[in-house]
Nanobody, 128 residues
Framework: QVQLRESGGGFVQAGGSLRLSCAASGSTSGPLAMGWFRQTPGKEREFVASISWSGSSLNVVNTYYADSVRGRFSIFRDDAKNTVFLQMKSLEPEDTAAYYC????????????????WGQGTQVTVSS
């Protein structure tokens, strides 16, 4: 089992920045791809960004982004600390949502059903 805990959410004005963190604990060894998703009331949870495991022999990390955040958000990980980050810049009111960290065994993925482990979420509110 993998436990995930998000932090870093809050209130910010449009154009501002926030950095979300997700600390993983438990069975974190081995290929563990990570992702960020977000959800607003009455809507389905949607993909934001994901990052592959960095422990392959080639030490190559892949990242995927939703079109709506590409160029503004950046996902990166510190495996020594079992933590993945989502750096968010140029925030817009449309980015207001609960943000969830997720993890899965194996290769990088971009869909909700692909992920096995989920955090409790952290709220991001962007005012206009």
């Amino acid at each position: 089992q993998v436990q995930l805990r998000e932090s870093g959410g809050g209130f910010v004005q449009a154009g501002g920045s926030l950095r979300l963190s997700c600390a993983a604990s438990g069975s974190t060894s081995g290929p563990l791809a990570m992702g960020w998703f977000r959800q607003t009331p009455g809507k389905e949870r949607e993909f934001v960004a994901s990052i592959s495991w960095s422990g392959s022999s080639l030490n190559v990390v892949n990242t995927y982004y939703a079109d709506s955040v590409r160029g503004r958000f950046s996902i990166f990980r510190d495996d020594a600390k079992n933590t993945v980050f989502l750096q968010m810049k140029s925030l817009e009111p449309e980015d207001t949502a609960a943000y969830y960290c997720a993890a899965r065994r194996g290769v990088i993925a971009t869909t909700v059903p692909a992920y096995d482990y989920w955090g409790q979420g952290t709220q991001v509110t962007v005012s206009s």
